[in-house]
């Protein structure tokens, strides 16, 4: 989820942890507990700073070790540790039950999106990512607004969060009963079918679908459980040549490659170099992909450059090529 939901997600937890007697016994107690389940449910995002460095390290590692098994354990640790230096007379039991269920519900809401997370890790390095959910669903964040202001107005923390999550575990059954619609939909106007990717949007019951067949992708859209399928691409398998050998070195096109699971790619020859490009069909928006990996080569099939990312015109996106180094 974005962050703005997981905020709000950290309150409503501590609003829920008010029903716990012990939390509420001790105000120091009840203090860390809120401050915990708020720092517990934005502490996996910590490797949103990688972003910082370059997208091809964010990609490779967002939602990843920060998202993993050990870190769901370590996160409380370290949090109700901090926290108790400060709250030296809370229940730092109680305090560590609740941040570890702030953490546990960020990896936990992560998972229904269709960017997911690799909760699994070290276990395994598959990306879970059911697309039920969109990262910003615009009912869960206002239900929660409307949950804390009905709190400022003086009602019942626990309760009102405890209602507002029952009326959200059936948005979520909901949500997931659209999509396997969707998906059985697909399937009813694709022939040979071996992948569907659906990624949900911010609007109820529209969604991008990517398939893939024996032969052929498809790009399309779903809106009230009506297929439009917008583009059909030959299924080409990366072609074992000595510029493409060259390209997939590049960390940026790696860092595609080990995120991205349905692409198409193209190779350009110029009067001086070579033009590699990859191009995620998960993301179609207004008629254009612009979520990519390029590479530029000299014709001594060096890396001159290389991006990988978001971008939303060719323009933009040769302007990224000239400033950032590779």
């Known amino acids: 989820m974005d962050t703005g939901t997981h905020i709000v997600m950290g309150l409503a937890l501590g609003g829920i942890a008010t029903l716990d007697p012990i939390v509420t016994a001790d105000p120091q107690t009840t203090h860390a507990v809120i401050i915990g389940t708020l720092i517990g449910s934005q502490a996996p995002d910590l490797d949103t700073i990688l972003k910082l460095r370059n997208n091809a390290q964010y990609i490779r590692n967002h939602r990843g070790i920060t998202h993993s098994l050990p870190a769901v354990l370590l996160w409380p640790l370290l949090i109700t540790a901090v926290i108790s230096f400060f709250f030296p007379a809370a229940n730092v039991l109680h305090l560590w039950i609740w941040t570890f269920i702030g953490v546990i519900l960020h990896v936990f809401v992560d998972i229904f999106n269709a960017y997911g997370t690799q909760a699994l890790r070290p276990f395994s390095n598959k990306w879970v990512a059911l697309g039920v959910i969109n990262t910003f669903d615009p009912f869960i964040f206002l239900i929660h607004l409307v949950g804390i202001i009905i709190w400022q107005l003086g009602a019942h923390p626990g309760y009102t969060f405890f209602t507002i999550y029952g009326v959200l575990f059936l948005y979520y059954i909901i949500r997931y009963y659209l999509r396997r619609q969707v998906k059985l939909k697909v399937r009813s106007i694709i022939d040979n079918v071996t992948d569907i990717i659906i990624s949900p949007t911010y609007r109820f019951n529209q969604w991008h679908i990517a398939v893939v067949t024996d032969q052929f992708f498809y790009v399309a859209r779903a809106k009230n459980n009506e297929i439009m399928i917008q583009d059909k691409f030959y299924k080409r398998p990366i072609p074992d040549t000595p510029v493409i050998k060259a390209a997939v070195k590049d960390k940026n096109l790696a860092a595609f490659l080990s995120f991205s699971p349905v692409y198409r790619w193209e190779v350009d020859e110029y009067d001086d170099h070579y033009d590699v490009r990859f191009i995620d069909l998960r993301y179609r928006s207004k008629g254009h992909y612009p979520f990519v990996a390029v590479v530029k080569l000299n014709l001594k099939l060096e890396i001159m450059n ?21």
């Open 306 to 326: 290389s991006y990988t990312g978001w971008i939303f015109s060719e323009e933009k996106l040769q302007k990224k090529l000239e400033f950032i180094p590779s």
